[in-house]
């Protein structure tokens, strides 16, 4: 894909349940580059990145990296590929929450809130596995650039624009080339599914903020979305649209849900929720699976709880009861 400024999708595999491949970019002006996300940590996706990358005649010791995040499939690369002197920008809120989940402290306050919710023991463990409890690279002695809203990375003569896009992540990150329209945004707008939406215990806000954030790039005058996973298509505003109402009918879904059979724990709310689960239903699904659909569903809780749509009370065993709003 060739722009002004040149631009390049680098197809990057990465098997996955839906997803066959992380969408990495390239954006070059004359000895310059900047790469953004590297791929998934595998030979068969460093070799495609470095075998791109070399085509292009990239100087690969040289340039510069932008992480959207965190995750393996986005920065699985990244001790391969860069090296410590090299810049990489990132966001400094994903930084701490990838190093704090290297603690015990962490995965027992995240233990905790689980067994509240109602969940099954082995939830605990999912979650370290997939996720949360991952190193994505060794950080020691590196170049690491943190950027936010607003901030300016310059490649050449072209400035791209950081955009914050919390929601998959507390510090996902996007970038936008004004000149072109281009808009590098990760996860947070997908085609193939619905992006997932990260739980963390201290982020209750995380769908306000997501829904907030869609908003925020629908502004932009965006000509082309370069998101991470599928094909490239010219129906953003349509997608921001379709993300906004999905998940405006899940949250009325699930007031309704606790309107109807009040008392339920989190982990039965959120089973008893429409999923896409492509007829398995919840029990036959991968571990990784169900524990997307339970981040996605605790991130639901917390919103109605946050708007008052739903009440959440502990009862007599220190589980978390989900009520409808007491009444005036």
């Not at 490649?155 to 080339?177: C, I, K, N, Q, W």
């Not at 590098?184 to 209750?204: A, E, K």
Request: charged share 25%; proline share 5%; net charge negative.
């Amino acid at each position: 894909m060739g722009s002004n400024p040149d631009v390049y999708l680098v197809s990057v595999p990465f098997p996955n349940v839906i997803t066959k491949q992380t969408n990495c970019y390239v954006v070059r002006d004359g000895d310059e580059a900047l790469l953004i996300d590297t791929g998934a940590p595998s030979d068969e996706s460093f070799r495609a990145l470095l075998d791109t990358l070399d085509e292009l005649r990239i100087d690969v010791g040289s340039m510069s990296l932008f992480l959207t995040h965190l995750h393996l499939d986005h920065a699985g690369l990244v001790d391969r590929i860069i090296g410590t002197h090299q810049r990489i920008y990132l966001s400094e809120v994903d930084f701490d929450y990838m190093c704090a989940a290297q603690k015990n402290s962490f995965h027992g306050a995240l233990a905790a809130r689980l067994r509240a919710e109602g969940c099954p023991p082995e939830y605990a463990d999912i979650a370290r596995s997939y996720g949360m409890g991952v190193k994505s690279f060794d950080d020691r002695g590196r170049n690491l650039v943190f950027v936010g809203d607003g901030d300016v990375i310059k490649v050449g003569s072209h400035r791209l624009v950081v955009v914050d896009v919390e929601g998959h992540t507390p510090g996902h990150l996007a970038l936008y080339e004004p000149q072109a329209g281009l808009l590098f945004s990760g996860d947070h707008v997908l085609y193939p599914m619905s992006p997932g939406l990260g739980f963390r215990c201290d982020r209750p806000r995380t769908m306000a903020r997501y829904l907030s954030n869609l908003d925020k790039v629908n502004t932009l005058g965006v000509s082309l979305l370069c998101h991470s996973h599928g094909r490239l298509r010219r129906t953003f505003d349509e997608r921001v649209d379709w993300l906004k109402d999905h998940h405006g009918q899940r949250i009325e879904a699930a007031a309704a849900l606790i309107a109807q059979r009040p008392g339920l724990t989190g982990y039965e709310a959120v089973r008893s929720m429409r999923w896409n689960t492509r007829g398995k239903g919840f029990s036959g699904l991968l571990p990784v699976q169900r524990w997307v659909i339970l981040e996605n569903g605790l991130v639901v809780l917390d919103h109605v709880v946050g708007e008052g749509l739903v009440r959440r009370e502990v009862d007599e065993e220190g589980a978390y009861r989900y009520l409808p709003p007491a009444r005036l």
